[in-house]
């Protein structure tokens, strides 16, 4: 099949692209580059060719000849999103509505949409499931929801989208993300000996090996139609659901002589609790093969064997917010996250 993938040079996308080419299947990219230069490690054996491109200049010529499209080029995480929310609405609202739009005029049967978990935002009534309720708080979880409500609506006998709604993801990728709460706090006991949490840690976050969301794509793209049209799955397992004191003290128990200590409650408000019991039984062959201490551990074996540095951690290329912060005050990118040509 050939398939085109948005994003091939962010966290996810620089895992998935060898997943689907091992497979026998054709891969192009497309990716403006803003973390191009976010590089951890060597760990791919093969990556697929990759347009330098806004996924808001896509055109028909582009997807001529696609099969299938799995979307994941969006301004990710929610600071970025708040950083200039009118941009991420422009961009991950209407951007990817349009793309959506193009790749069904152009005879793309098969969309493979990137949303999330977040889109649940405080939920304290049991394990939620694709049919809760959606209750964003932020520009970036409202976003998804858009988007999975308008490109809904053009599903038809040729055109079939998947909306996945990923937990929070974690785990080791050569394009590696350091703002996303287990790396973030396997690189803190790393590099120092410490995580202070600032909150009490009592909030509910579902946790999703990058791995695990890649083979939920590849299991997507490979099943009969008639199981994916229209339908959305959480991406996870029911048993990663973690307070974020767990996930801290799973950390502190795998990087020995970390030590760890909690503060008060704290200012976000995001808690919830999700079932995935959806796709573990409707989509064929997906089943997670990681949990947050085979996670930690894998962290913690990679900064072993690459000598991590504090330097390295803080690196801006490694957290989202700090890249695009730094992609506007030096004018690499415009007012409106285009890269500017002078």
């Not at 694709?130 to 490109?151: F, G, I």
């Not at 410490?194 to 009592?202: A, F, H, L, N, V």
Request: hydrophobic share 40%; aromatic share 10%.
């Amino acid at each position: 099949m050939k398939i085109l993938v948005t994003g091939t040079e962010g966290y996810l996308g620089s895992l998935l692209p060898p997943l689907f080419i091992e497979r026998g299947h054709e891969v192009t990219g497309v990716d403006t580059g803003f973390y191009k230069v976010g590089w951890l490690y060597n760990g791919t054996e093969v990556t697929a060719k990759t347009l330098n491109k806004d996924i808001r200049n896509i055109t028909p010529k582009d997807l001529q000849g696609i099969e299938a499209v799995v979307h994941m080029a969006e301004l990710s995480n929610d600071p970025t999103g708040q950083l200039a929310p009118n941009i991420t609405y422009d961009i991950n609202h209407h951007g990817s509505v349009r793309l959506a739009t193009l790749a069904k005029e152009a005879g793309v049967r098969r969309f493979v949409y990137m949303s999330s978990c977040s889109v649940y935002g405080v939920a304290t009534e049991g394990d939620v499931t694709e049919e809760s309720p959606v209750n964003p708080q932020t520009a970036y979880a409202e976003c998804k929801t858009l988007v999975e409500r308008d490109v809904m609506l053009l599903a038809d006998d040729n055109f079939s989208p998947t909306f996945m709604r990923n937990a929070t993801a974690f785990g080791a990728s050569p394009r590696m993300r350091f703002d996303i709460v287990l790396n973030n706090l396997a690189g803190l006991a790393w590099t120092t000996k410490e995580i202070k949490m600032i909150s009490d840690g009592t909030p509910w976050r579902p946790l999703v090996h990058a791995l695990d969301i890649c083979k939920a794509i590849v299991c997507t793209i490979e099943a009969p139609r008639d199981i994916v049209h229209k339908q959305i799955f959480n991406v996870g397992d029911t048993a990663n659901n973690y307070r974020v004191k767990e996930i801290a003290e799973i950390i502190a128990e795998v990087f020995v002589g970390c030590q760890l200590s909690f503060g008060e409650n704290g200012a976000d408000n995001r808690s919830y609790r999700v079932s995935f019991e959806k796709i573990n039984t409707m989509l064929p062959g997906f089943k997670c093969d990681w949990n947050a201490q085979l996670g930690a551990q894998q962290l913690f074996n990679l900064f072993n064997q690459i000598d991590m540095t504090e330097d390295t951690f803080l690196f801006r290329g490694f957290t989202r917010l700090k890249q695009l912060e730094y992609l506007i005050r030096t004018q690499q990118i415009d007012q409106d996250f285009f890269w500017n040509k002078k």
